[in-house]
Nanobody
Framework: QVQLVESGGGVVQAGGSLRLSCAAS????????MGWYRQAPGEQRELVAT???????YYADSVKGRFTISRDSAKNTLYLQMNSLKPEDTAVYYC?????????WGQGTQVTVSS
């Protein structure tokens, strides 16, 4: 069974930075892509950034230039460096892993940006 555990969330003032981590464990045959999503209260879950197996990245327009997605393959850990945070970035952030057999989600980590 694959498990994803996010960490690094917290409360930060606008303009500050946080780095989220997502540690993957279990039997993972082949990772096709990993990504970060977020869900604010009363809103639908939205895509923040993805990192494909080949290394290509995608960012939502709202985070381009501020967030950076990366991965440490040796540690099976995905990161999201978030800079210049805004109050509208407040949400629960989820890690997602797309493997060859299925997709997996973490439990989420809360990010709160105060103005």
């Amino acid at each position: 069974q694959v498990q994803l555990v996010e960490s690094g969330g917290g409360v930060v003032q606008a303009g500050g930075s946080l780095r989220l981590s997502c540690a993957a464990s279990g039997s993972i045959f082949r990772i096709n892509a990993m990504g970060w999503y977020r869900q604010a209260p009363g809103e639908q879950r939205e895509l923040v950034a993805t990192l494909a197996r080949a290394g290509s990245t995608y960012y939502a327009d709202s985070v381009k230039g501020r967030f950076t997605i990366s991965r440490d393959s040796a540690k099976n850990t995905l990161y999201l460096q978030m800079n210049s945070l805004k109050p509208e970035d407040t949400a629960v952030y989820y890690c997602k892993l797309d493997a060859s057999d299925s997709s997996y989600w973490g439990q989420g980590t809360q990010v709160t940006v105060s103005s």
